[in-house]
């Protein structure tokens, strides 16, 4: 049967438990990060303290420039911070070289771009198929299909086949959430990725993000969007680089139902997120059946 999230592969559920020393799933210890710039040094992180639990939904706000990009890019590994030390699950991921770091971020993490990042010269149903191949998960026969589920999830499946050029920007923000959500990953770092969305499809990938994290996964979001932002279960807000205000919102996605569905104080079981359907019961690593 086809759902979202499987157990987890070998490794075990890293959305349901922190790193290895009793710690934090994320934990970030004065992270600084300075770009160097053709009128001098840009310090666009200032000792950025983080710490995210598995199973967390966390928001990121923050003005144009204040960082959060920067911030995602770090822990995921993208960039490496200046200074400071960033622990995923226990990695220390500024320590991997860049081949180390590919694999490992293909494994743990699911990212959605600000700007995207699809493949220009690969359809739309290739590039969510790309990152399940490169990581060998799932067994091949059965990577088109997921695929295009997860296309179908997004309300892409008729686009499956056109190349990102052909896409609007909502369309290609849909093809990129499809893809971060491919392997499976326990941790999904998503940058503004409502921002190109009308708000129908902008509460459908809301809704999906919360119900992700209620089976355990870990989702940092950032966005624009504050009501959205207070309906995660914590909301980080960054200010010239630093972390000015963390907020736990209560009644959010973490307490039971999506918060968006008890604003009134009533539940509609059924608006829980149909993507739940696609999780895959068989076997993950495909690494021998590749062979
Ligand atoms: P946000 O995502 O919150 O809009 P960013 O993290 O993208 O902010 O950027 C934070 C600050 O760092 C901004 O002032 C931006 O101009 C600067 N910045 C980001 N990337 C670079 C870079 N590669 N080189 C120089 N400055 C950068
Ligand atoms: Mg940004």
């Avoid at 300075?34 to 303290?49: E, H, I, K, Q, W």
Wanted: charged share 25%.
């Amino acid at each position: 049967m086809w759902r979202l999230t499987s157990k987890r592969r070998g490794s075990g559920a890293i959305g349901r438990r922190n790193s290895g020393d009793g710690g934090h799933l994320i934990d970030l210890q004065q992270v600084e990060k300075t770009y160097l710039t053709a009128s001098g040094p840009f310090p666009a992180l200032r000792g950025v303290d983080l710490r995210i639990d598995a199973g967390e939904f966390v928001s990121v706000i923050g003005r144009s420039g204040s960082g959060k990009s920067t911030l995602i890019n770090i822990i995921t590994g993208i960039d490496r911070p200046t200074s400071g030390q960033v622990l995923v699950d226990g990695t220390a991921v500024q320590t991997l070289n860049e081949e180390q770091t590919a694999a490992w971020r293909g494994r743990t993490i699911g990212v959605v771009f600000q700007f995207f990042q699809l493949l220009p010269s690969l359809t739309a149903i290739e590039n969510v198929l790309l990152p399940m191949d490169f990581c060998r998960v799932y067994k091949p026969a059965e990577r088109p299909p997921r695929a295009l589920r997860l296309l179908e999830q997004m309300g892409m499946a008729s686009h499956a086949h056109r190349l990102p050029a052909a896409l609007s920007g909502g369309q290609l923000q849909s093809v990129a959430i499809a893809r971060a959500l491919a392997t499976d990953p326990p941790l999904l770092m998503a940058d503004e990725p409502t921002g190109n969305l009308d708000s129908g499809a902008a509460e459908v990938v809301f809704r999906l993000f919360a119900s992700l994290a209620l089976e355990g996964k870990t989702v940092l979001m950032v966005t624009h969007d504050e009501e959205l932002a207070r309906r995660a279960t914590r909301t980080v807000t960054l200010a010239d680089g630093r972390i000015v205000a963390e907020t736990t919102n209560p009644g959010s996605a973490r307490n039971g139902e999506p918060a968006e569905l008890r604003q009134d104080g009533t539940r509609h079981a059924s608006s829980r997120c149909e993507i739940v359907d696609l999780r895959c019961d068989s076997a993950r690593v495909a690494g021998q059946e590749d062979r």
